[in-house]
């Protein structure tokens, strides 16, 4: 926008000193359609924006049609572009388009095309799920050779791990650096809360996230609205938040240094412990999983115990040999014994 912005200053300029070349453009642009594109309208500064209200209201029966793009998380409240939007509005001389993600079927068709062959439908799938339909992350991943399927050398393809387990970002560098920038722009406190919230999960509470944070609880929601605002969040009703996108997440998880993320583990696996005080068993499983994160094994053994009695109880015997793979990293023959005997079949 720095490019667009200078040569909107010099218009301006050429403008403000030539009184008769206005009228003149003003003729001219009553006769001949005129198609002008702004982008990145939330890097104008004041000058710039004064320059496009007076292009817009200079010659009411111009045939111009001004076209400007804008990132929605970049104009948060105070920004001068909110109020020049707000006075286009009143004037009727805005029409807004909010330009959703993509679909799977047209993430589909940018990734081939992209890619320059037509992608084979599970890693199609992959690619939506992994980019959520977000066109950039399209085109870096495949760019990347993201799509491309990784083999082990017996010719297994490989699952990705879990994003617990993946302590070092695989995004395209591309990818990195325009998530960074987003995280960059927050306030320390706001950026510690995106933070505690990438540990906690895609999905959270504020329940869990007040639990877990030590901030005031009007330091909280503060911190919390300046997410909302910036789009790092969504609220998803009641007390339930998400991340926009799961790489915002990912991008916030794996900046953590360890001890970092180990003491984010520890809070979110005591704030887990006190909102589900009345009922352990619902929360079991994840708070044996970041105990574990935080090195505090022998608090994870139990709680793995505990996740893995609660599978075999209603007969999900899957998550039961997934707990039971835990404790086997860290406990006693003995407790794996007696939680195999409950599991039964299910082995």
Same mark, same amino acid.
């Given at each position: 926008?720095?490019?667009?912005?200078?040569?909107?200053?010099?218009?301006?300029?050429?403008?403000? /000193?030539?009184? %008769?070349?206005?009228?003149?453009? $003003?003729?001219?642009?009553?006769?001949? @359609? =005129? !198609?002008?594109? *702004?982008?990145?309208?939330?890097?104008?500064?004041?000058?710039?924006?004064?320059?496009?209200?007076?292009?817009?209201?200079?010659?009411?029966?111009?045939?111009?049609?001004?076209?400007?793009?804008?990132?929605?998380?970049?104009?948060?409240?105070?920004?001068?572009?909110?109020?020049?939007?707000?006075?286009?509005?009143?004037?009727?001389?805005?029409?807004?388009?909010?330009?959703?993600?993509?679909?799977?079927?047209?993430?589909?068709?940018?990734?081939?095309?992209?890619?320059?062959?037509?992608?084979?439908?599970?890693?199609?799938?992959?690619?939506?799920?992994?980019?959520?339909?977000?066109?950039?992350?399209?085109?870096?991943?495949?760019?990347?050779? /993201?799509?491309? %399927?990784?083999?082990?050398?017996? $010719?297994?393809?490989?699952?990705?791990? @879990? =994003? !617990?387990?993946? *302590?070092?970002?695989?995004?395209?560098?591309?990818?990195?650096?325009?998530?960074?920038?987003?995280?960059?722009?927050?306030?320390?406190?706001?950026?510690?809360?995106?933070?505690?919230?990438?540990?906690?999960?895609?999905?959270?509470?504020?329940?869990?996230?007040?639990?877990?944070?030590?901030?005031?609880?009007?330091?909280?929601?503060?911190?919390?609205?300046?997410?909302?605002?910036?789009?790092?969040?969504?609220?998803?009703?009641?007390?339930?938040?998400?991340?926009?996108?799961?790489?915002?997440?990912?991008?916030?998880?794996?900046?953590?240094?360890?001890?970092?993320?180990?003491?984010?583990?520890?809070?979110?696996?005591?704030?887990?412990?006190?909102?589900?005080?009345?009922?352990?068993?619902?929360?079991?499983?994840?708070?044996?999983?970041?105990?574990?994160?935080?090195? *505090?094994?022998?608090?994870?053994?139990?709680?793995?115990?505990?996740?893995?009695?609660?599978?075999?109880?209603?007969?999900?015997?899957?998550?039961?040999?997934?707990?039971?793979?835990?404790?086997?990293?860290?406990?006693?023959?003995?407790?794996?014994?007696?939680?195999?005997?409950?599991?039964?079949?299910?082995?």
């Amino acid at each position: 926008m720095a490019g667009n912005a200078n040569t909107c200053l010099r218009l301006w300029r050429a403008h403000s /000193s030539a009184p %008769q070349t206005k009228r003149g453009a $003003g003729r001219q642009a009553s006769n001949q @359609p =005129l !198609l002008l594109l *702004l982008d990145d309208l939330h890097w104008c500064d004041n000058e710039t924006l004064e320059w496009v209200h007076y292009l817009l209201h200079f010659e009411p029966q111009a045939r111009l049609l001004l076209v400007g793009t804008v990132r929605a998380e970049e104009t948060v409240p105070g920004h001068p572009l909110v109020s020049f939007l707000g006075t286009l509005q009143r004037d009727g001389l805005l029409s807004e388009i909010a330009l959703g993600p993509l679909s799977p079927a047209e993430t589909t068709s940018l990734a081939e095309h992209v890619a320059g062959r037509q992608l084979d439908p599970a890693r199609a799938s992959d690619l939506y799920s992994e980019t959520e339909g977000n066109p950039l992350f399209v085109v870096e991943m495949v760019r990347a050779g /993201s799509v491309e %399927q990784p083999m082990t050398e017996q $010719g297994v393809v490989e699952t990705p791990l @879990p =994003l !617990l387990t993946c *302590l070092v970002s695989t995004l395209p560098p591309t990818v990195q650096t325009v998530l960074a920038a987003r995280l960059a722009q927050l306030s320390p406190s706001a950026r510690e809360l995106a933070n505690l919230a990438a540990v906690i999960g895609r999905a959270f509470s504020l329940d869990v996230l007040a639990h877990a944070s030590d901030e005031s609880e009007g330091a909280l929601v503060r911190d919390l609205d300046e997410l909302w605002q910036r789009r790092i969040v969504r609220e998803q009703g009641g007390d339930a938040y998400d991340f926009s996108h799961d790489k915002l997440r990912e991008q916030a998880y794996t900046s953590l240094s360890t001890v970092h993320r180990r003491l984010l583990h520890r809070r979110v696996a005591e704030a887990l412990e006190a909102v589900y005080a009345d009922t352990p068993d619902v929360a079991s499983r994840q708070v044996a999983v970041h105990y574990e994160r935080a090195g *505090l094994l022998w608090k994870a053994i139990a709680w793995y115990q505990r996740a893995g009695e609660v599978a075999s109880r209603i007969a999900a015997n899957a998550e039961a040999i997934d707990a039971l793979a835990a404790m086997r990293r860290y406990s006693s023959k003995r407790a794996e014994l007696r939680l195999r005997s409950r599991i039964g079949n299910g082995i």
